[in-house]
């Protein structure tokens, strides 16, 4: 009884998760300009609501309750994450929440001040603070929890990993990269390219694919945004996106990452809708399949094919100017740079190192943050080898921090690991792969994630769901083969 109990608490926090979802996607398409005040009331709210479902079952004791032996094997991984986000919320007080979002919000707002002005010191006290709401929440976990405080941070976004694992897998491929790095940079073609697609060709380009992909328009729909994302709610994904026609696919390729997360989304198990374990597998995982779409199969010489085609079949482009050769070598360039959201996908694990280096020596070496830039950008050297001019192209060119997100970008590289050594899997175990690709037919390789990835939800972690759809734990070789692949042995 209690456990139903706790199924049907759990179901109405994920109905408020929803609602959230749709009024933050109103928010950042459509609503008018002055409604924000009113808009940040309304959501505020319902952080009320989901904290007194929590209240409920701390009152009733509901976890005490049920007799976990009379669970079957789903119920009772369920019944684990249930309590894992009951354990989060029951560790820290409701205050202690509310403060660390006000915080948070105040940050936020002075960041994207401080970046338009490359200037930290705008955002600097602010920061201090919400570092420091953010230290306390990560020790007062840590003590409950007997693990490292940045380990908690961690958890709360992937439960497989932590900073041990982390810093075994990316002194690896940090390596790797580091010694690849010379010859990929050698072996780049350099493309004259002086042709673009207007805003309405990038548009029509991109629903073809989403289209072709299976991503479901009567669960979900494409607008436009000033900062892209993929939301919504359950059975409604909202999927934003930004044109620019100076760049003719980065939009196009950004909108293909988010069609990976929206098919995720609508491939999860129906029937544990509202529940944890129907939920996603953890950030690494959604990252995996964003990546699996953008990386593996959009940006692969055989897709650039079939886009050849539908620029010409669709949209009347001289696929003598349009050719696959074209389309495939200026969306996979390999350029040093600053920006981590505009970085190719070789340099991409080292941004990515650069900030887990830096988000650790601040939870677990109380690093001075009142110094934020002097630390990014002389570790920025360390890794990827650049002097930073500017704190715009450095430390403010990220919101996570600003928005109290440690222990989150760890997760974009372990997606990418993931994502290469899922494709070398569904490479072997399909037939025509290189060939399907060239014709667009994406539905044999949707279908495996659905069946694989999507439709497992939340039931496993990442090492026992590799193991049961590639028959190995997480292996960094795919990755290393992938980038040796694409960028030595070259196709074109
Ligand atoms: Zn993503």
């Not at 110094?371 to 715009?392: A, I, Q």
Request: aromatic share 12%.
């Amino acid at each position: 009884m209690s456990y139903k109990n706790l199924k049907i608490l759990f179901e109405e926090q994920s109905l408020i998760n929803d609602i959230s979802g749709i009024l933050n996607w109103d928010m950042a398409t459509y609503m008018p300009e002055n409604s924000r005040r009113q808009r940040i009331k309304q959501i505020t709210k319902l952080y009320d609501y989901k904290k007194n479902i929590f209240n409920v079952i701390k009152k009733n004791e509901f976890f005490n309750k049920v007799n976990e032996f009379e669970l079957d094997k789903f119920d009772k991984i369920n019944f684990e994450l249930m309590k894992n986000k009951f354990d989060y919320f029951n560790s820290i007080s409701v205050d202690k929440l509310k403060k660390k979002a006000e915080l948070s919000i105040e940050c936020e707002g002075l960041w994207r001040e401080a970046k338009e002005k490359s200037n930290f010191n705008i955002v600097k006290n602010s920061f201090v603070k919400l570092v420091k709401s953010i230290k306390e929440e990560s020790e007062i976990l840590s003590q409950i929890k007997e693990k490292k405080k940045y380990d908690c941070l961690i958890f709360k976004y992937d439960r497989s990993l932590d900073s041990k694992q982390l810093f075994k897998i990316f002194n690896r491929v940090e390596k790797f990269i580091k010694k690849k790095l010379p010859l990929i940079i050698k072996n780049q073609k350099k493309i004259d390219f002086h042709y673009f697609l207007n805003e309405e060709d990038q548009f029509n380009l991109s629903k073809i694919f989403m289209k072709q992909l299976g991503f479901d328009f009567s669960r979900g729909r494409i607008d436009k945004s000033l900062h892209p994302f993929c939301g919504g709610g359950t059975q409604d994904v909202r999927i934003t996106t930004r044109f620019t026609e100076e760049d003719s696919f980065s939009c196009f390729d950004a909108l293909m990452h988010e069609t990976g997360h929206a098919l995720y989304e609508q491939g999860l198990p129906q029937k544990w809708a509202h529940q944890p374990i129907g939920s996603a597998g953890g950030m690494s995982l959604h990252e995996s399949q964003s990546l699996f779409v953008e990386m593996q199969i959009i940006k692969s010489l055989p897709v650039s094919q079939f886009i050849q085609q539908i620029l010409k079949d669709k949209l009347g482009k001289d696929p003598n100017v349009w050719s696959s050769e074209v389309i495939y070598n200026i969306r996979n360039s390999v350029t040093p740079g600053y920006i981590r959201v505009d970085s190719d996908e070789v340099h991409y694990p080292l941004h990515i190192i650069h900030r887990f280096n830096i988000e650790y020596k601040i939870i677990e070496e109380d690093a001075n943050v009142e110094h934020l830039p002097d630390l990014w950008n002389e570790e920025f050297s360390k890794t990827l080898g650049l002097d930073v001019h500017d704190d715009k192209s450095g430390c403010l060119q990220d919101i996570h921090w600003y928005g109290g997100d440690f222990g989150y970008f760890p997760t974009y590289s372990i997606g990418a690991f993931i994502a290469a050594q899922l494709a070398c899997k569904v490479r072997t175990e399909l037939i025509n792969y290189d060939l399907n690709l060239k014709e667009g037919n994406f539905k044999p390789i949707i279908m495996w994630l659905r069946e694989n990835i999507h439709n497992r939800g939340n039931f496993l972690k990442i090492d026992e769901l590799l193991e049961e759809s590639t028959d190995e734990k997480l292996n960094l070789k795919y990755f290393e083969n992938h980038i040796i692949d694409r960028y030595i042995k070259k196709e074109i």
